[in-house]
């Protein structure tokens, strides 16, 4: 298997950054304005993949669990800051709601799919659970941002709807399950989307990798199904988990909404 | 909390209790006192007008009163209170309150489907699921609001004719009104909350709807058979800036302003 696989050298990753000379020669001809995007956005991947590289190497290397899942909470942590990070609406619990949901979504999927599915031993071995993590992060951390927004937005935009049914003496839950539902819906199109034209539009970066790495086709495919179903499902609970903690957060048991508690973010 | 409201219906015996009872409420809106100290009882069959200049609270009122809004403490920390049918707001479900206490939004809100859609919906909520649609009780009181003329008329068509199957988003803005009072009666509320509920109206259908609620106030309530007394139990809070409505529709005033007199 490995006997395919070609190692890059130094020289071989700047001939290929060559390619970004096009980009910035477009960007100069077109007079786009986007050089120095293109070449701090350039720097700053290239930095931080190799610093990544290193640390993952440090890490694989003590294979300590502690040194592992504390990377893990931290890599967990970011996801969770970063979804909040685009919501246009914040309320004072929305970070730790974030940082619950996925933190539980990722670490309910990752042990199904490590324990059960792989049958990894032990489960927190480094080489299956970070490559596995950061894709369940990535996408997680789409779901429940896409999410958060559109639940926030909407109760603020319908709120005279979701008020009339109250006073007409819904729950709150029933106030909401309308503005819930089409929360997650928007959050989850993305996932749908992708799975719908999976191996039709798009290779995704996994298998191309395993097949670039020397495994054939029908091997990586496999690998790339049970992706997917970990990745749908990581979405699904995050999503679905910061929604209700932020209907909770934003009705009390009054059965009375508190769109005071949404600050807009200027 | 709870202690003060035990020891108040230790005071008052059970039938004298008034049917809505206000106290003490406040109300804050950033850093304003949009009123103080608010106190107020309404009996059963009570016909207060809320009065007050634009901006006096009055809409702050009724969704206070509707439970829509927490009660805030007053601006020395006191807690202010609202009690019904001899229970505390705080011992009542809400959505069991909010169904004999309703309010009507000035300009009310429906899905986007037809009007009999919108008020069938009503039963879905869990609250209301005793209770079914009655067509027929929605159909008498439409017809209480056709205008006299057409309701002559040989055909037998008046000016509401398809109005359950017409389009609840493409209603005007006083037949939205229309079906917001027909949505909540469904209900058999003992108290209405009422923000200008003729606003968009004419004056003819404005008479109609008068009457319609007048009507309504003495209906006996079905869960009611044989009431001993004919008196009316059925209450509403009226907020109007048409004092010739006030004088029609209530007995009692409640005015903001002067309530609020700093």
């Known amino acids: 298997m490995e006997t395919n696989y070609i190692f890059l050298s130094g020289g071989q990753l700047l001939f290929a950054s060559l390619l970004m000379a096009v980009n910035i020669g477009l960007s100069l001809v077109l007079k786009l304005g986007l050089v120095k995007q293109w070449s701090i956005a350039s720097l700053r991947m290239v930095g931080q993949l190799l610093l990544v590289g290193f640390l993952l190497d440090w890490v694989f290397a003590l294979n300590n669990p502690f040194w592992i899942l504390g990377v893990a909470v931290f890599m967990a942590t970011v996801a969770a800051i970063t979804a909040v990070g685009r919501t246009g609406k914040r309320f004072s619990t929305i970070y730790l709601n974030s940082f619950v949901s996925i933190l539980g979504a990722a670490f309910f999927v990752m042990f199904f799919a490590l324990s059960g599915i792989l049958q990894i031993d032990p489960w927190y071995s480094p080489q299956y659970l970070f490559p596995l993590l950061g894709m369940v992060l990535g996408n997680t951390l789409n779901g429940i941002s896409l999410a958060l927004e559109r639940f926030m937005e909407s109760l603020s935009v319908r709120r005279k709807e979701v008020e009339m049914l109250l006073s007409l003496g819904a729950t709150s839950w029933e106030a909401a399950h309308e503005l819930i539902r089409d929360a997650l819906r928007t959050s989850l199109i993305p996932t749908l989307n992708s799975m719908m034209v999976m191996g039709i539009v798009s290779l995704p970066g996994m298998m191309t990798g395993q097949i670039l790495a020397g495994v054939s086709p029908g091997e990586a495919v496999r690998y790339q199904i049970i992706m997917i179903f970990i990745i749908a499902s990581a979405a699904a609970l995050g999503s679905t988990s910061v929604v209700v903690l932020a209907f909770r957060a934003l009705f009390n048991k009054r059965h009375q909404l508190l769109l005071e508690r949404l600050q807009t973010v200027t | ?262």
């Open chain 2, 1 to 262: 909390m709870l202690h003060s409201t035990d020891i108040s219906t230790g005071r008052t015996s059970q039938k004298s209790e008034p049917l809505l009872s206000v106290d003490n409420l406040c109300r804050q809106v950033s850093a304003n006192w949009i009123w103080n100290n608010i106190s107020f009882d309404l009996a059963a069959g009570d016909r207060l007008a809320l009065t007050g200049s634009s901006g006096s609270g009055k809409s702050l009122l009724l969704r206070t009163l509707s439970g829509l809004d927490v009660i805030a403490s007053g601006p020395s920390g006191e807690n202010g209170s609202i009690r019904f049918a001899g229970k505390s707001l705080h011992e009542w479900e809400m959505p069991q309150y909010r169904s004999k206490v309703c309010y009507i939004q000035q300009h009310p809100t429906f899905f986007d489907e037809t009007v009999e859609a919108n008020l069938k919906r009503v039963f879905r909520l869990k609250a209301h699921q005793n209770i079914k649609y009655d067509r027929e009780k929605i159909l008498s009181r439409l017809q209480q609001l056709a205008p006299p003329n057409t309701a002559s008329d040989s055909s037998g068509t008046n000016d509401y004719d398809g109005f359950l199957e017409r389009p609840a988003k493409e209603l005007s803005g006083g037949e939205a009104q229309i079906a917001a009072l027909l949505r909540v009666l469904q209900l058999e509320p003992q108290v209405l909350l009422l923000d200008e509920p003729t606003s968009s109206m004419d004056v003819e259908l404005t008479k109609l709807f008068e009457k319609l609620l007048e009507k309504w106030q003495r209906e006996i309530p079905e869960n009611q058979t044989n009431s001993p007394n004919s008196t009316p139990q059925r209450a509403w809070i009226w907020v109007s800036h048409n004092p010739e409505q006030l004088r029609r529709m209530c007995s009692k005033t409640f005015c903001l302003d002067r309530e609020n007199g700093n």
